[in-house]
């Protein structure tokens, strides 16, 4: 993914969505994105705008906490995953987590991806998403 939008700021949730939105046009089947950062910081918002900037339905995406993975369909599917719940690698493997790193069909959005770093395939771009202040989100590229 080469997105020359980063670092950048985002004052509401539908900035973080046009965002998204923004960042569609640099996914290609095959991506892994990590979404890194905090609880409300905005990475839930981001991958509605993704999906929508894709052609799916905004409305249909929810973090998938229960559940770990969401499928989206879209011009380029979107995988959706909110690993919060894992405790370990051997856990995620058992989820099913690298069938879905393997898939050259789509776009993998990994929501909380520290839980899972040592199974993240090579050239996985890390965005942060970071609470700022006035309830503004930052977002930038990053390392896990």
């Keep these: 993914m080469d997105a020359p939008l980063l670092p950048t700021t985002t ?3 539908e900035e973080t969505r046009a965002l998204g939105q923004q960042f569609a046009a640099f996914f290609a089947p095959g ?3 990590a979404l890194s950062g905090e609880l409300g910081s905005g990475k839930t918002c981001f991958v509605q705008g993704v999906v929508e900037g894709l052609g799916g339905k905004r409305d249909d995406v929810s973090s998938p906490t229960f559940t770990i ?7 380029i599917p979107v995988y959706h995953m909110d690993l919060y719940r894992l ?5 995620a493997r058992a989820a099913g987590l690298m069938e879905y790193f393997e898939r050259a069909d789509g776009v993998c ?6 839980r899972v770093a040592g199974l993240l395939p090579p050239g996985t771009d890390v965005l942060v998403f970071s609470h700022a202040a006035g309830g503004h ?5 990053g390392t896990l």
């Design 137 to 141: 989100r930052t977002i930038s590229r």
């Design 31 to 33: 991506d892994v994105v």
């Design 109 to 114: 959005l990994v929501e909380w991806p520290e």
């Design 87 to 91: 405790a370990s690698l051997a856990e």
């Design 11 to 13: 004052a509401l949730p």
């Design 69 to 75: 993975a969401h499928e989206y369909d879209a011009r």
